[in-house]
């Protein structure tokens, strides 16, 4: 089957080998690559992954290995299978567990390599490529499931291809440089701050001294000066807290001051209630000594 490798369908005349192979290789394709080659040359492909090269003139992959000391002849036996008169090699690290895999799948990576340097500068006037064929052998079982594809740039597209067109990629547009605007308002700066620290004012002192208060004066409305009742300051004193239900008082039962004031003998004597006293300690002191007064007078006349 005759496939075009390059792109400008030029499928006639003498190429290097290697880039018959590399062409090849960049489409990952599958298959048998044949070169005309001196003797023909066998290159074995599996998604654009050369797996194993051989000559025609070349013996039996299982002979081969067995030559170079890899495998014995007992182990050769038993992983070998044979089918439609093939010596069949897929399944031999299955088949017989004390085979060595390393040692063979690195030996068989060396006698690829050594096909392909051998005719990677030989001039290939013809070549052909078998779309699917594999290894006889079974090789290509060996290969992991996944095959990981590897990428590379070249230095020079005349590298991958001499005879390719190179268009010359178009120079990048340069960027505009974007300038800060000047700066056209003057700024002004705040004024030093003195480090030095301030002393904090002194506070004002109260004078500790005593004032005297002037004596406050009671005056009885209605009563004579001759009549008005002197006020012990012992019994102006405050009392503790009393409900006002202790409050009541019978209006048969005068109010009797548990601590009267000693009168002039010819004076009636006055006492007054608690709640009287009680009085004499609000806000309004004046008013309610006169009215306290007044009750008094008025409960001794009854």
């Given at each position: 089957?005759?496939?075009?490798?390059?792109?400008?369908?030029?499928?006639?005349?003498?190429?290097?080998?290697?880039?018959?192979?590399?062409?090849?290789?960049?489409?990952?394709?599958?298959?048998?690559?044949?070169?005309?080659?001196?003797?023909?040359?066998?290159?074995?492909?599996?998604?654009?992954?050369?797996?194993?090269?051989?000559?025609?003139?070349?013996?039996?992959?299982?002979?081969?290995?067995?030559?170079?000391?890899?495998?014995t002849r007992e182990q050769m036996h038993k992983a070998t299978l044979q089918v439609?008169?093939?010596?069949?090699?897929?399944?031999?690290?299955?088949?017989?567990?004390?085979?060595?895999?390393?040692?063979?799948?690195?030996?068989?990576?060396?006698?690829?390599?050594?096909?392909?340097?051998?005719?990677?500068?030989?001039?290939?006037?013809?070549?052909?490529?078998?779309?699917?064929?594999?290894?006889?052998?079974?090789?290509?079982?060996?290969?992991?499931?996944?095959?990981?594809?590897?990428?590379?740039?070249?230095?020079?597209?005349?590298?991958?291809?001499?005879?390719?067109?190179?268009?010359?990629?178009?120079?990048?547009?340069?960027?505009?440089?974007?300038?800060?605007?000047?700066?056209?308002?003057?700024?002004?700066?705040?004024?030093?701050?003195?480090?030095?620290?301030?002393?904090?004012?002194?506070?004002?002192?109260?004078?500790?001294?005593?004032?005297?208060?002037?004596?406050?004066?009671?005056?009885?409305?209605?009563?004579?000066?001759?009549?008005?009742?002197?006020?012990?300051?012992?019994?102006?004193?405050?009392?503790?807290?009393?409900?006002?239900?202790?409050?009541?008082?019978?209006?048969?039962?005068?109010?009797?001051?548990?601590?009267?004031?000693?009168?002039?003998?010819?004076?009636?004597?006055?006492?007054?209630?608690?709640?009287?006293?009680?009085?004499?300690?609000?806000?309004?002191?004046?008013?309610?000594?006169?009215?306290?007064?007044?009750?008094?007078?008025?409960?001794?006349?009854?």
């Amino acid at each position: 089957m005759q496939v075009d490798l390059f792109d400008n369908g030029a499928g006639t005349g003498s190429r290097p080998a290697w880039q018959v192979i590399e062409a090849a290789r960049r489409r990952y394709l599958t298959g048998l690559l044949v070169l005309e080659t001196t003797p023909p040359t066998h290159v074995y492909l599996r998604d654009g992954q050369v797996y194993f090269a051989e000559r025609t003139t070349d013996g039996g992959l299982g002979v081969r290995l067995l030559v170079e000391g890899v495998i014995t002849r007992e182990q050769m036996h038993k992983a070998t299978l044979q089918v439609s008169g093939v010596e069949h090699l897929g399944r031999m690290f299955e088949r017989d567990e004390t085979i060595d895999r390393e040692a063979v799948e690195l030996c068989v990576e060396l006698m690829t390599d050594d096909v392909l340097t051998h005719v990677a500068d030989t001039e290939v006037a013809a070549w052909k490529m078998k779309m699917y064929q594999r290894h006889p052998s079974g090789l290509d079982r060996w290969l992991p499931t996944r095959v990981e594809v590897i990428t590379h740039l070249v230095d020079t597209p005349a590298a991958a291809d001499p005879e390719a067109e190179v268009t010359p990629a178009p120079a990048p547009r340069p960027r505009p440089q974007l300038a800060p605007p000047p700066i056209t308002a003057e700024v002004k700066m705040p004024p030093p701050v003195d480090p030095t620290p301030t002393a904090p004012m002194p506070r004002p002192m109260m004078d500790p001294t005593p004032v005297a208060m002037p004596s406050m004066e009671l005056p009885v409305v209605g009563l004579p000066s001759s009549e008005v009742p002197v006020v012990d300051p012992a019994a102006a004193a405050p009392r503790p807290f009393v409900p006002e239900e202790t409050d009541v008082v019978e209006h048969h039962e005068a109010a009797v001051d548990p601590d009267p004031t000693p009168v002039a003998p010819d004076a009636t004597p006055i006492g007054l209630a608690p709640a009287a006293m009680d009085a004499l300690m609000s806000g309004s002191i004046k008013d309610e000594v006169a009215d306290a007064v007044r009750r008094a007078l008025a409960s001794i006349d009854h």
